[in-house]
């Protein structure tokens, strides 16, 4: 069925909206929080959580131009912060060292976050990603959005894990360089135990 026909069974609150949503889209809800918490049940939990979710929210929203991105984008959010209630996982462990690799190269967050400033850095980072080919975008997205493990990354784009680990690290050097270039501060410094963290 057309996703706008699903939105708006949601806007009607007719709970056939959740069944469709769950044939059309719920392997890759499934694929994303799994990938995130990389436990099954809790996956499966993660993605009812979707359903009623996106239940709640439409309306007032109304995701009816993109609705497969307002899924995965809700899917995501309600994973990880699961992830953190829960954080005790490998997964957990993983996820934490995609963030340090991130927070190398974007800026930290003013107290609180001016929404101007997140617009900004938002933009600029879909500009950089705009420039990339196709195949190193898919690899940045499929690593740091999806969280995808460099293996996996590698299988499906048909490269050895040691070109995505290269991919990554320059895509990583050159976002930095590009937020720098439009006045982002990034403020990094070596460690005492060797791990780089904020100043």
Not at 17 to 46: H, M, P
Not at 101 to 113: G, K, R
Not at 130 to 146: G, H, N
Not at 175 to 181: G, I, P
Request: hydrophobic residues 35%; proline residues 4%; aromatic residues 10%.
């Amino acid at each position: 069925m057309d996703d706008r026909k699903i939105v708006e069974l949601f806007r009607k609150r007719d709970e056939a909206a959740i069944e469709l949503t769950a044939k059309k889209y719920g392997a890759r809800l499934f694929g994303l929080a799994l990938s995130v918490l990389n436990d099954r049940q809790t996956a499966e939990e993660c993605v009812n959580d979707v359903y009623m979710k996106v239940w709640e929210s439409i309306p007032p929203n109304d995701p009816a131009g993109y609705f497969p991105t307002y899924l995965l984008r809700v899917t995501r959010q309600i994973s990880l912060n699961r992830l953190k209630r829960e954080n005790a996982s490998r997964r957990s462990a993983e996820v934490c060292e995609l963030t340090r690799e991130m927070e190398e190269c974007i800026p930290s967050p003013a107290d609180p976050f001016d929404e101007v400033e997140a617009a900004e850095l938002k933009r600029d980072i879909n500009e950089f990603l705009s420039t990339l080919k196709k195949d190193k975008r898919d690899v940045f997205i499929r690593r740091y959005w999806f969280f995808d493990p460099v293996s996996d990354i590698a299988k499906r784009m048909g490269f050895k894990e040691s070109k995505v680990k290269m991919m990554l690290l320059r895509m990583r050097e050159e976002l930095k360089a590009h937020l720098e270039s439009k006045g982002h501060i990034i403020y990094w410094k070596e460690a005492e135990n060797g791990r780089i963290k904020r100043s």
